[in-house]
């Protein structure tokens, strides 16, 4: 039976086939890949599952959310400042304003008509 290589879908050449091992293939020693397999199954209940994975992922998003939400606030804040010092540094650095001299327009006194003793006519 042919051999079919699954990527290319042709068939390989006969000297490419799988062969009978040598000496029949009497089992060999497989003693040193199973203690490999066995510490692969020992360290197996210890990986993380997709849920593990799941649950790791959403609490990275919600930190990053949280993340984002201080910084956000943080900028406004600096500006707000930085906005708040500046105007308090421009007031600051004004010269002060001269009031001019108040200006001053004495009125004399109004003068009464000099009443006649006497009336007019007698």
Not at 10 to 20: I, R, V
Not at 69 to 89: D, P, S
Not at 95 to 114: D, E, R
């Amino acid at each position: 039976m042919p051999v079919v290589d699954f990527k290319t879908g042709q068939e390989l050449p006969p000297d490419l086939e799988p062969q009978e091992p040598p000496n029949g293939g009497d089992g060999g020693n497989i003693g040193p890949m199973e203690a490999r397999i066995a510490s692969i199954e020992a360290t197996l209940p210890h990986l993380a599952t997709k849920a593990d994975i799941a649950d790791v992922r959403g609490d990275i998003q919600r930190g990053i959310g949280e993340t984002h939400k201080w910084m956000i606030a943080t900028v406004i804040g600096l500006f707000v400042g930085f906005g708040g010092l500046f105007l308090a540094m421009s007031n600051a650095l004004k010269p002060p304003s001269v009031n001019p001299a108040p200006i001053i327009i004495n009125v004399p006194a109004a003068t009464q008509p000099a009443v006649p003793s006497v009336p007019p006519g007698k």
